[in-house]
């Protein structure tokens, strides 16, 4: 129950149970003071035997932030990777109002209460079972939300495929609750194996509580990206 408020971060287990991250102390590139629409700011570091590269897009005048992440791994076999962890600030919401909404392959949105659950995702069902579960999203974004604030975090399912976990626990007079993005998990039935360089992206969005459609259509337009056809004269 660290007061950890680290986001956008990855964690991997390998097949020996050993779990690594890269929140680690880096150095931001380049100047902020040269943009004036969204500011790109980037670093690398070695992660296991490959390295990750990450990007934030911040923008100035929007409630937003960009996050594309690199994996190069040359060659992994983990029992998981998740990235794009998000832990939200308990100060920042309603606990008592808290929910969380998306889109499990229906037509409408889905929304469920979070106050007096204890959900756990992420939790080990066994030694080679790595998760109880996760978020169908079919539409690529998830959103968590009190009667008046939320944070929307849309990915383009295109691009590296994922789903969405949630943990969430009621703390005395406190809570945790962290939103996870899972590329890879591991059961009795199979494993995964990661070689080469691989690339997902998030936006992170925020967005008042009566914006919960807008939410549904920015990730409609960033999982159905403009195509341009040209004609010969």
Known sequence: YSNDYFSGWSQLCNSRGQIFHDTVPTTFRPDPNHYTLRIPLYFRHA?????ILKRYDV?????????TIRFFLPDVSPLFLRTGIVTLNPEAFDGKKLHYSTVN???EIETFALKGKKISHTRFQNQICSATSCLGSTEGWVALHDDTNGLAVITPKYRLYSVPMVDYEDIKNKWLCRLYHSIAESDDTGRIFIRGLNEIRFTFMGFS?????DVRKKAYHINHPSIVLLRKK
């Open 209 to 213: 509580s009566s914006q919960i459609e």
């Open 59 to 67: 923008y100035l005048n929007h409630p937003r932030l960009d996050l």
């Open 105 to 107: 392959g229906g037509k």
């Open 47 to 51: 992660f296991l035997d490959g390295w």
